[in-house]
């Protein structure tokens, strides 16, 4: 079964503006962390942003925010003040159990757009 | 951040011959490090976890003897793709370890294609 489910495929946004990225995910594990990372068409993984299951407050770095809706398993990206830069494959990932020996199961991403 | 490099960054092979793809961690120790797949315009997939000094645990439906895994320093992982087919082009990209839960540092990816 998909743990971590990304079902924009793609999506396009304005320069400036900003624009949310899904993610749904399944485990049954109380401890998990979820991942968002950012892959230019070089190839290269780029983290953006970490949220563990028991932290309380959304987690946000710089532009990215993380919506994080537990209950309904979501964590949702935001991006805000969208820039040209910003074109890229976006992937949700998730890390289950409190051990950080484990590897990440990723989402099939998004293909993000910036338009001028 | 921590930096991981991997080499080559692209290779292109003959199909029957095996392929070394290195994962180094550059300033800091990484005991585990795993190496995963992309094909186009997909998602990366686990193909196994490499652990230092110890055999690798491998992902349903790889194939050990074929992605050979040798994690024999601290800093160094090794993928070796043996007797590539066509259908073994791929984004091979490795990730390792820091210390901390939210630390997991990707290596720039090895693009092979195998003709």
């Known amino acids: 079964a998909q743990k971590i489910t990304q079902t924009q495929p793609g999506m396009f946004v304005q320069e400036k503006e900003a624009v949310t990225l899904d993610c749904t995910y399944d485990?049954?594990?109380?401890?998990?962390?979820l991942f968002w990372y950012k892959q230019p068409s070089s190839g290269e993984m780029i983290f953006l942003i970490y949220?563990?299951?028991?932290?309380?407050q959304n987690a946000t770095e710089g532009r990215y925010s993380l919506n994080f809706q537990k209950a309904r398993k979501s964590a949702n990206l935001v991006i805000s003040a969208s820039q040209l830069g910003d074109s890229a494959m976006y992937f949700c990932a998730m890390r289950e159990g409190s051990n950080s020996g484990y590897a990440l199961n990723f989402g099939k991403g998004t293909s993000l757009l910036v338009t001028p | 951040g921590a930096v991981v490099s991997q080499h080559p960054s692209r290779v292109i092979c003959k199909s029957g011959t095996s392929v070394k793809i290195e994962c180094r961690s550059l300033?800091?120790?990484?005991?585990?490090m795993f190496w995963y797949r992309q094909f186009p315009k997909q998602s990366l997939m686990l193909m196994a976890t490499?652990?230092?000094?110890?055999?690798?645990?491998?992902e349903q439906g790889v194939e050990k003897d074929k992605f050979l895994i040798n994690h024999a320093s601290l800093t160094l992982s090794t993928l070796t793709v043996t007797s590539a087919h066509p259908e073994d082009s791929s984004f091979y990209i490795c990730?390792?370890?820091?210390?901390?839960?939210?630390?997991?540092?990707f290596g720039p990816g090895t693009r092979l294609t195998v003709t």
């Open positions: 490499s652990n230092e000094g110890s055999k690798a645990t491998y």
């Open positions: 300033d800091f120790q990484a005991t585990t």
């Open positions: 990730s390792a370890l820091g210390q901390e839960v939210d630390e997991q540092y």
């Open positions: 949220q563990g299951s028991y932290d309380q």
């Open positions: 485990t049954s594990d109380p401890s998990y962390g």
